[in-house]
């Protein structure tokens, strides 16, 4: 039959047969125990490779429409500051007339984000937390992704780093670091009173530890500033927001009296959960952005 | 006071959480592994008994999250049919990780085996807070959530391939976010809302007055777009084979069987509670996902069949399930929809069977995951040789098993006469022979013996581990109990979904 002598029918019957599996293994068979067998991942990459100007135009195909498409919508989106836009309804009403009386938070955002939605935002600091945990798995330093040599080029640069004493920038870190320490922990402590919070007031702080870190090493952070203080301090802040939350959403959810109290709104002891709440997430976010730096420049906090 | 039942959703997912927050300081993998299996062994015990509770009484209850609810803040929901996809869940989330744990142990490095348990628990709590959410920021909140945690296991294994794939996975992922978080920003814009059951109000308002007709359409197409990009619907599913294919074991099973259901069970809350059922087929929004799912159907087996790598393989055939679940969700009507969500289960406990089978069968091999070296993997190791039987047949349809109850329960909702009976059904039959034509071949690869012209090594018989033979166990039952039982689960399902 002249079909059968055709290599795609052949292939065909063979694989129905699977034998195709059995005539052409595509790694060497090399003994088992030699290890595992090459990855297919690499030849889809080349083939990736190869396909790429299909694939850039299909993208700026799909980018085109999609911005015609959302171009479109937006001329037909409510204007822009129209009070009788649809968002403009008893649930804003209400966040802008009782917001400060039942949250005792002169913020207004402030006091929408931690006690009306205070169950996105514990969403939102877990985030924060698990990236900081996915960048740990990547890179922390491992038998897997560290080689002896790079090591040695590291303690190498620590080194000569601390030999180059760069007096200006010693100074203007040294004068920079107080102010951005106090203006982080402002932030954070008013953040129920004026535009700040947890989250900005947190990256503030940690950014003068990267700055610290980046002009004295980051050995002399970890004087006051190590794994263990690292940790320590990211599961109690997480902790203490999760059981105030509990407690909130517990106490809410069965309209029992939550004995929290809310204080006179504008003063600084005021706003029931949310200033603790700012802090906790702030000192959270401190570690986390500090922990970045750390791991991207060194590999471990 | 509230009836005690009522707290368990957020107890459910906050325990999760803080669970999570804990293991992070535990240095041990092996005692992580035990926090993560207790607690969700112990919620799948109290989710068993939410669903004893509300089954009965027909009762779907909200559950304000905090002082001010409705329409103020945040609020949960349970119904008979959450609390079913819960228990599910819980229960392949545990059986994932218990079949798979000696392959994390193998493949994380020591030092970071305790975050890779992180990222089961902040896996399962966004899981369930997806399930349990009535409110469309905080589904957003967790698909984050999810994504990144997912994006973790894939990366666990840190190897070269996985890091190429965790990359693609990323990219692809976080466009899929995008286009929901934007087209939920049109929403609340044009509902003024973002507690679902209010959103349903207004866009029927909407729908009936005629307001706003683009940006709901468009919006509704770029929610089910980008949810559909994450559940790997084609033609977005180059990322799944690689991500899938690459990851040790239990993670390969956790995100075929569950990570992609989550977002199908928001385009469920999506279609049903945020725009209702006819707005939604108003849009035909629903007749793209019914061509894409066919689609998926079509070229996933295709593609599975080109395959000679057993992961690959697998993941491919997840692309072609997944499709089943859109056809149904895409044809529209209750009957359907029931067929998708029915999928939905019979998929989340069959595929981590397959994978983990899979992976004790190559393991049994010497680690070879290339078909060829799996000749004979079957009597090496009988029971995931089994396994992979009874998980391959499910796939093709056989009856008593769970893969026919739901191509039943499809065939049964296409039988409308209308144009989509055509592509249901003849999406239905090329799929079934095509899933028949990898599968059987390599049932047949797994339990025949060597050649005596081929150069295969003999290799001893592989003992399975007590772990491994509960996990392979249950989800074997799962599977077998979905075909058995159908016409109880469709009941059940059906009654979950008319309470939405």
Same mark, same amino acid.
């Given at each position: 039959?002249?079909?059968?002598?055709?290599?795609?029918?052949?292939?065909?019957?063979?694989?129905?047969?699977?034998?195709?599996?059995?005539?052409?293994?595509?790694?060497?068979?090399?003994?088992?125990?030699?290890?595992?067998?090459?990855?297919?991942?690499?030849?889809?990459?080349?083939?990736?490779?190869?396909?790429?100007?299909?694939?850039?135009?299909?993208?700026?195909?799909?980018?085109?429409?999609?911005?015609?498409?959302?171009?479109?919508?937006?001329?037909?989106?409510?204007?822009?500051?129209?009070?009788?836009?649809?968002?403009?309804?008893?649930?804003?009403?209400?966040?802008?007339?009782?917001?400060?009386?039942?949250?005792?938070?002169?913020?207004?955002?402030?006091?929408?984000?931690?006690?009306?939605?205070?169950?996105?935002?514990?969403?939102?600091?877990?985030?924060?937390?698990?990236?900081?945990?996915?960048?740990?798995?990547?890179?922390?330093?491992?038998?897997?992704?560290?080689?002896?040599?790079?090591?040695?080029?590291?303690?190498?640069?620590?080194?000569?780093?601390?030999?180059?004493?760069?007096?200006?920038?010693?100074?203007?870190?040294?004068?920079?670091?107080?102010?951005?320490?106090?203006?982080?922990?402002?932030?954070?402590?008013?953040?129920?009173?004026?535009?700040?919070?947890?989250?900005?007031?947190?990256?503030?702080?940690?950014?003068?530890?990267?700055?610290?870190?980046?002009?004295?090493?980051?050995?002399?952070?970890?004087?006051?500033?190590?794994?263990?203080?690292?940790?320590?301090?990211?599961?109690?802040?997480?902790?203490?927001?999760?059981?105030?939350?509990?407690?909130?959403?517990?106490?809410?959810?069965?309209?029992?009296?939550?004995?929290?109290?809310?204080?006179?709104?504008?003063?600084?002891?005021?706003?029931?959960?949310?200033?603790?709440?700012?802090?906790?997430?702030?000192?959270?976010?401190?570690?986390?952005?500090?922990?970045?730096?750390?791991?991207?420049?060194?590999?471990?906090? | 006071?509230?009836? @005690? @039942?009522?707290?368990?959703?957020?107890?459910?997912?906050?325990?999760?959480?803080?669970?999570?927050?804990?293991?992070?300081?535990?240095?041990?993998?092996?005692?992580?592994?035990?926090?993560?299996?207790?607690?969700? *062994?112990?919620?799948?015990?109290?989710?068993?008994?939410?669903?004893?509770?509300?089954?009965?009484?027909?009762?779907?209850?909200?559950?304000?999250?905090?002082?001010?609810?409705?329409?103020?803040?945040?609020?949960?929901?349970?119904?008979?049919?959450?609390?079913?996809?819960?228990?599910?869940?819980?229960?392949?989330?545990?059986?994932?990780?218990?079949?798979?744990?000696?392959?994390?142990?193998?493949?994380?490095?020591?030092?970071?085996?305790?975050?890779?348990?992180?990222?089961?628990? *902040?896996?399962?709590?966004?899981?369930?807070?997806?399930?349990?959410?009535?409110?469309?920021?905080?589904?957003?909140? %967790?698909?984050?959530?999810?994504?990144?945690?997912?994006?973790?296991?894939?990366?666990?294994?840190?190897?070269?391939?996985?890091?190429?794939?965790?990359?693609?996975?990323?990219?692809?992922?976080?466009?899929?976010?995008?286009?929901?978080?934007?087209?939920?920003?049109?929403?609340?814009?044009?509902?003024?809302? *973002?507690?679902?059951?209010?959103?349903?109000?207004?866009?029927?308002?909407?729908?009936?007055?005629?307001?706003?007709?683009?940006?709901?359409?468009?919006?509704?197409?770029?929610?089910?777009?980008?949810?559909?990009?994450?559940?790997?619907?084609?033609?977005?599913?180059?990322?799944?084979?690689?991500?899938?294919?690459?990851?040790?074991?239990?993670?390969?099973?956790?995100?075929?069987? *569950?990570?992609?259901?989550?977002?199908?069970?928001?385009?469920?809350?999506?279609? %049903?509670?945020?725009?209702?059922?006819?707005? %939604?087929?108003?849009?035909?929004?629903?007749?793209?996902?019914?061509?894409?799912?066919?689609?998926?159907?079509?070229?996933?087996?295709?593609?599975?069949?080109?395959?000679?790598?057993?992961?690959?393989?697998?993941?491919?055939?997840?692309?072609?399930?997944?499709?089943?679940?859109?056809?149904?969700?895409?044809?529209?009507?209750?009957?359907?929809?029931?067929?998708?969500?029915?999928?939905?289960?019979?998929?989340? %406990?069959?595929?981590?069977?397959?994978?983990?089978?899979?992976?004790?069968?190559?393991?049994?091999?010497?680690?070879?995951?290339?078909?060829?070296?799996?000749?004979?993997?079957?009597?090496?190791?009988?029971?995931?040789?089994?396994?992979?039987?009874?998980?391959?047949?499910?796939?093709?349809?056989?009856?008593?098993?769970?893969?026919?109850?739901?191509?039943?329960?499809?065939?049964?909702?296409?039988?409308?006469?209308?144009?989509?009976?055509?592509?249901?059904?003849?999406?239905?039959?090329?799929?079934?022979?095509?899933?028949?034509?990898? @599968?059987?071949?390599?049932?047949?690869?797994?339990?025949?013996?060597?050649?005596?012209?081929?150069?295969?090594?003999?290799?001893?018989?592989?003992?399975?581990?007590?772990?491994?033979?509960?996990?392979?166990?249950?989800?074997?039952?799962?599977?077998?109990?979905?075909?058995?039982?159908?016409?109880?689960?469709?009941?059940?399902?059906?009654?979950?979904?008319?309470?939405?």
């Amino acid at each position: 039959m002249s079909r059968s002598d055709r290599s795609g029918w052949r292939k065909f019957c063979a694989w129905v047969d699977g034998e195709e599996w059995c005539a052409a293994p595509s790694a060497p068979q090399h003994p088992v125990s030699a290890g595992r067998e090459p990855e297919r991942e690499v030849s889809a990459f080349e083939a990736y490779q190869q396909s790429r100007r299909l694939m850039q135009a299909v993208g700026a195909l799909f980018c085109i429409t999609l911005a015609v498409v959302l171009a479109l919508v937006v001329v037909h989106l409510p204007p822009f500051g129209d009070p009788a836009n649809p968002t403009n309804n008893e649930v804003s009403r209400r966040y802008i007339e009782q917001g400060i009386e039942e949250t005792g938070s002169a913020n207004l955002v402030g006091g929408m984000i931690l006690s009306y939605r205070v169950f996105d935002t514990f969403g939102e600091s877990s985030v924060l937390f698990l990236a900081a945990s996915c960048v740990t798995i990547l890179l922390r330093r491992d038998r897997k992704n560290t080689t002896p040599q790079a090591l040695r080029q590291m303690a190498h640069e620590e080194r000569t780093d601390r030999k180059d004493k760069d007096v200006v920038l010693r100074t203007a870190v040294l004068l920079l670091m107080p102010v951005s320490i106090m203006v982080g922990f402002y932030v954070m402590l008013f953040g129920h009173l004026s535009p700040g919070g947890g989250f900005s007031g947190g990256s503030i702080l940690g950014g003068g530890m990267v700055l610290y870190a980046r002009t004295f090493g980051s050995k002399s952070v970890q004087r006051f500033f190590n794994e263990h203080i690292y940790h320590l301090v990211k599961v109690v802040c997480l902790m203490c927001y999760g059981l105030i939350l509990i407690y909130y959403v517990f106490t809410g959810a069965n309209g029992l009296n939550n004995h929290i109290w809310l204080g006179i709104p504008g003063h600084i002891l005021s706003s029931g959960i949310i200033m603790p709440i700012n802090v906790l997430v702030g000192f959270e976010v401190a570690c986390t952005i500090y922990a970045f730096y750390a791991l991207f420049s060194e590999g471990e906090v | 006071m509230l009836p @005690y @039942y009522q707290h368990i959703p957020f107890f459910s997912i906050v325990l999760l959480m803080i669970c999570g927050i804990l293991t992070s300081v535990v240095r041990s993998g092996r005692v992580a592994l035990r926090i993560h299996l207790g607690a969700v *062994l112990a919620l799948l015990g109290a989710n068993l008994v939410l669903l004893a509770n509300v089954l009965p009484r027909q009762e779907r209850f909200t559950y304000a999250l905090g002082i001010v609810s409705h329409p103020y803040g945040n609020e949960l929901v349970c119904g008979p049919l959450e609390a079913t996809l819960a228990v599910a869940f819980l229960l392949v989330m545990a059986m994932s990780v218990l079949g798979g744990r000696d392959g994390v142990f193998e493949d994380v490095e020591p030092g970071k085996q305790n975050l890779y348990f992180v990222m089961c628990d *902040l896996i399962m709590a966004s899981l369930l807070a997806m399930i349990y959410t009535n409110d469309a920021f905080t589904a957003y909140v %967790f698909i984050e959530i999810n994504t990144i945690a997912a994006c973790a296991l894939v990366m666990a294994k840190d190897s070269g391939a996985t890091l190429v794939a965790t990359i693609r996975y990323l990219m692809m992922s976080l466009l899929g976010s995008g286009l929901f978080l934007l087209g939920l920003t049109f929403l609340y814009h044009i509902t003024g809302h *973002l507690l679902i059951i209010d959103i349903h109000d207004q866009v029927q308002q909407l729908a009936a007055t005629g307001a706003y007709q683009i940006p709901l359409t468009v919006l509704m197409g770029m929610m089910a777009l980008g949810l559909g990009l994450k559940s790997a619907l084609f033609p977005n599913h180059t990322w799944l084979p690689d991500a899938h294919g690459s990851a040790t074991t239990a993670s390969s099973a956790i995100l075929s069987g *569950l990570v992609l259901k989550g977002y199908v069970v928001l385009l469920i809350k999506c279609i %049903f509670c945020i725009f209702g059922e006819e707005v %939604f087929a108003a849009s035909h929004v629903g007749d793209v996902l019914l061509v894409m799912g066919a689609l998926a159907m079509v070229v996933g087996s295709v593609k599975a069949i080109q395959e000679t790598h057993i992961k690959r393989m697998i993941a491919y055939s997840t692309v072609a399930q997944i499709g089943y679940i859109y056809l149904g969700l895409g044809m529209g009507g209750a009957a359907a929809a029931v067929a998708a969500i029915y999928q939905m289960l019979v998929h989340a %406990f069959t595929k981590p069977m397959l994978f983990l089978c899979a992976g004790e069968l190559a393991e049994a091999s010497g680690h070879r995951k290339q078909m060829y070296y799996l000749r004979g993997a079957g009597h090496r190791a009988k029971l995931a040789g089994v396994g992979f039987t009874v998980g391959g047949l499910s796939m093709i349809g056989l009856p008593l098993l769970g893969g026919f109850a739901v191509k039943f329960y499809l065939a049964d909702a296409a039988l409308s006469g209308s144009w989509k009976m055509w592509v249901a059904l003849a999406a239905l039959a090329v799929s079934s022979v095509l899933n028949a034509l990898y @599968y059987l071949p390599a049932i047949i690869q797994i339990w025949s013996k060597a050649q005596p012209g081929e150069n295969l090594p003999q290799l001893p018989v592989k003992r399975p581990s007590l772990a491994f033979v509960v996990a392979v166990l249950v989800l074997g039952a799962g599977t077998v109990l979905l075909g058995v039982c159908c016409s109880g689960t469709g009941a059940l399902l059906s009654l979950g979904l008319s309470l939405l």
